[in-house]
């Protein structure tokens, strides 16, 4: 058999032998973490046992509202880019996808602690612009910032 040959059989055994199609299982992790006693962020995600992330499913930002914790803002990538969701108000449900400002670029596991740090950082700017568009006084809003 010749050089070339002999190379192009010896990659295919070893693409064969080294790079197995089998499905690893994965696992979905979700844990909170309290900013303050009224907010609280929850991260869910998928990954795989050797602990790579394959997907963010949610990193959100909760607020304590009437007893009931709030979902008003979070990230996810399901449709394939990381993108926010922002909830309008409390009377209104329904919520905005925002691109702009968000990291495009880098591995999941990289794209997720951007999202956790964005959260933990920007929480109460993303809180104070909620209560606004939930017609909260400015008073009501200092009070229920922290």
Do not use: P
């Amino acid at each position: 058999m010749s050089k070339r040959k002999r190379s192009i059989v010896d990659i295919r055994e070893f693409s064969e032998t080294f790079v197995s199609k089998e499905k690893h299982s994965e696992k979905i992790s979700r844990n909170k973490f309290y900013l303050s006693d009224n907010n609280r962020s929850v991260r869910v995600f998928k990954q795989i046992e050797t602990g790579k992330v394959i997907e963010i499913v949610c990193v959100s930002l909760e607020i304590l509202i009437d007893k009931k914790w709030k979902t008003i803002t979070y990230y996810d990538n399901i449709h394939g880019y990381l993108h926010r969701h922002e909830r309008v108000s409390l009377s209104d449900e329904s919520e905005t996808i925002v691109v702009l400002g968000v990291r495009q670029k880098g591995s999941t596991r990289r794209l997720l602690r951007w999202a956790i740090k964005d959260i933990t950082i920007n929480y109460a700017s993303y809180k104070k612009r909620f209560l606004k568009r939930s017609n909260y006084t400015k008073l009501e809003i200092w009070e229920n910032m922290y």
